[in-house]
């Protein structure tokens, strides 16, 4: 007997990761609930910077224009050594925006972001119970019951898949026996929103490199200014808070965090007024798994890293995007169950991979020792100011830091049959590329794959009547919709982005946008291929059945 859940997914957490989870599910029809133990929203600005990929899949859940116009696109980042300016490296330019709609990173102060996707989230129907803490959780056949206590009282909610976005401290996690292997460093970081009586530039985020570690000033939409950084060994006057955790803030006195700016930012500004500052750990753990069951772990909740590069927040919303397009198809009974364990091998060496390069990076930045100090106020300024003056270093800085270089190569959710050499590979995000005759709302490629379905890209010179049979074949055969969009030889755009420039060629993006498979040239045989493919990730209409 199949037990009558109460909703389809719980998402466990309304911060970003578990908001954008909702939406994208809400979006899908599917009937989730989403609580969180906090009184409400975040009132601070915590995670501030918004990369290019991450945009995009805000773009897919229809608030990019509204973040956008709510934050401050940061073009360039000037990197100095102990004051001296020895370089620019510059987000947009260098052909970054032939690559992309958003080129550049969105200052944009976190609890503004939540304020958006609450919104939107609203607008389906869907609202935050604040105040409801998990209490215990309990493993079905077919799905998850989970105990919470909210402000009314405790209550039972059957689920049958269950989110756990609830941060670094996850309980989620714990009561899944979820190990959280990793470090903690020595080292400390402080965050503070000040007013500056000066102007460094509304579009230029500065960071500092000193003996001590890294510092930088970030401009926020406010006029206001994010400081952050390393506190140094032995800076720091007030009593050690050894228990800071990752998602836990410590207040700082008005007199250290003074004394911070004077010491380490060399910047010529006095500090007016200090809004909220606070110090707090750096760590780097990540989840032994990110699936257990019918539940499942995403942003802090799975991983967690030092802030080098703005990445969290963005691993985050890409946890959520990866995940909630998978939940939502095997829900509605278009996708198999197994689809769901291509989460945890697309994500986790993603987020592993992200936390090597973050360690790296934040050990370098931070370390004592000689030969460490010696690297970062001589060999490391120098060759920045020699990489900022580098086309291809400066295209492999913005990829790096705006995620697109995610890929999903390896995955058993994606084709591996066309491994032909040039131009873009399944399990790569699907490249963005403008369109001469724009289609509807729709001005480059990317936009015609917003929808929440797979899409096929014919590229080239197309016979009509081929690609109507395709359109024929595909509805016949899925019980999900398989939208095909026909892109003639005068899309000289699309068709130099996909190397289609000799041959017709069929690209197929899933709902994250993200290439599912390719088949080149464009032909019966090699659309076979693909049919193959999706008889693995979709349910073919004869197997359907709606699981809502």
């Not at 700082?252 to 006095?270: K, P």
Request: glycine share 8%; proline share 4%; with cysteine.
């Amino acid at each position: 007997m199949e037990t009558d859940f109460d909703c389809d997914v719980l998402v466990v957490g309304a911060g970003p990761s578990g908001l954008c989870t909702a939406l994208l599910l809400a979006q899908h029809g599917v009937r989730v609930q989403i609580v969180d133990r906090k009184p409400g929203p975040v009132q601070q600005s915590r995670a501030t910077i918004v990369h290019a990929r991450t945009l995009e899949h805000f773009d897919r859940l229809g608030v990019a224009d509204h973040a956008v116009a709510s934050g401050v696109p940061i073009t360039h980042v000037a990197i100095h050594e102990n004051g001296r300016h020895v370089g620019e490296l510059p987000l947009a330019g260098n052909g970054t925006a032939a690559r992309t709609s958003f080129p550049y990173a969105l200052s944009l102060e976190q609890f503004v972001t939540e304020r958006i996707l609450v919104a939107a989230l609203a607008r389906h129907g869907i609202h935050v119970s604040w105040r409801s803490a998990v209490e215990d959780i309990a493993e079905m056949a077919d799905g998850v019951r989970v105990n919470i206590v909210g402000s009314m009282g405790a209550s039972t909610v059957s689920t049958r898949w269950l989110v756990g976005a609830d941060g670094a401290s996850s309980v989620v996690r714990r009561l899944t026996g979820q190990d959280f292997g990793g470090e903690t460093y020595t080292q400390k970081g402080l965050l503070a929103d000040v007013d500056l009586a000066v102007n460094l530039g509304m579009q230029k985020m500065r960071l500092n490199l000193t003996r001590g570690g890294f510092v930088g000033v970030l401009p926020l939409a406010s006029g206001r200014y994010r400081l952050f950084g390393v506190v140094p060994p032995g800076f720091h006057r007030g009593p050690e808070a050894d228990n800071l955790s990752h998602d836990a803030y410590a207040r700082l006195d008005d007199s250290d965090l003074r004394h911070w700016f004077e010491s380490y930012f060399s910047v010529d500004a006095e500090l007016q007024k200090i809004v909220w500052a606070a110090m707090f750990r750096f760590h780097s753990r990540i989840s032994r798994s990110f699936q257990i069951g019918h539940s499942f772990l995403v942003g802090d909740a799975a991983h967690i890293h030092n802030p080098a590069g703005g990445q969290g927040l963005n691993l985050a919303v890409g946890d959520a995007t990866n995940l909630g397009w998978k939940l939502a198809q095997v829900v509605s009974g278009e996708a198999p169950a197994s689809l769901l364990e291509t989460y945890e091998t697309e994500r986790r060496p993603v987020a592993a991979a992200v936390l090597a390069r973050t360690d790296i990076g934040f050990k370098l930045e931070t370390s004592t020792s000689p030969v460490a100090l010696w690297m970062r106020t001589h060999v490391a300024t120098r060759a920045i100011g020699l990489a900022c003056r580098l086309p291809p270093v400066r295209k492999l800085f913005f990829d790096m830091f705006s995620q697109l270089w995610i890929a999903y190569r390896t995955s058993t959710a994606i084709d591996h049959s066309d491994a032909s050499g040039r131009g873009p590979h399944a399990g790569d995000r699907a490249p963005y590329a403008t369109l001469t005759s724009p289609r509807g709302s729709a001005r480059d490629v990317m936009a015609l794959t917003h929808s929440p379905n797979y899409h096929i890209l014919l590229i080239g010179p197309i016979d009509p009547f081929q690609a109507a049979q395709l359109r024929n074949l595909l509805a016949a055969r899925y019980a999900a919709d398989v939208k095909t969009h026909l892109l003639t030889g005068n899309e000289i755009e699309v068709c130099r982005a996909y190397r289609a420039t000799k041959s017709t060629k069929l690209v197929l993006v899933r709902p994250d946008g993200h290439i599912a498979a390719i088949a080149n040239p464009f032909s019966w045989e090699t659309i076979t291929r693909v049919l193959e493919h999706l008889d693995k990730v979709l349910l073919r209409a004869d197997q359907h059945r709606d699981e809502r």
